[in-house]
Nanobody
Framework: QLQLVESGGGLVQPGGSLRLSCATSGSTLEDYATGWFRQAPGKEREAVACISSSGRSTNYADSVKGRFTISRDNAKNTVYLQMNSLRPEDTAVYYC??????????????WGQGTQVTVSS
């Protein structure tokens, strides 16, 4: 079973940047597609970005296209989410998740505990 631990969240001003990291252990990351999700207070969880196990394919929510970049370093067992041009509406708890079945799986099987991102002046 893959374990995931997110880090890198915090408070940032609008227009600023953050890089989230998702460190994994317990299994071979290269076997898993990995995604980032977020949940704001009072809202449903939404998919933000996903990267295939090989890293060759990525997809993004329309709300973050052109601003966020997902990447992975299988040698370091880590997945990243670079977030630029942050907006107040990006404020949420961000979760890393992984699944062997790929990015289109209805529900990812392994989840981290989340990291808070707050965008505010």
């Amino acid at each position: 079973q893959l374990q995931l631990v997110e880090s890198g969240g915090g408070l940032v001003q609008p227009g600023g940047s953050l890089r989230l990291s998702c460190a994994t252990s317990g299994s071979t990351l290269e076997d898993y597609a990995t995604g980032w999700f977020r949940q704001a207070p009072g809202k449903e969880r939404e998919a933000v970005a996903c990267i295939s196990s090989s890293g060759r394919s990525t997809n993004y929510a329309d709300s973050v296209k052109g601003r966020f970049t997902i990447s992975r370093d299988n040698a370091k067992n880590t997945v990243y989410l670079q977030m630029n041009s942050l907006r107040p509406e990006d404020t949420a708890v961000y979760y890393c998740a992984a699944d062997r079945a790929g990015c289109l799986v209805p529900l990812f099987g392994s989840w981290g505990q989340g990291t808070q991102v707050t965008v505010s002046s």
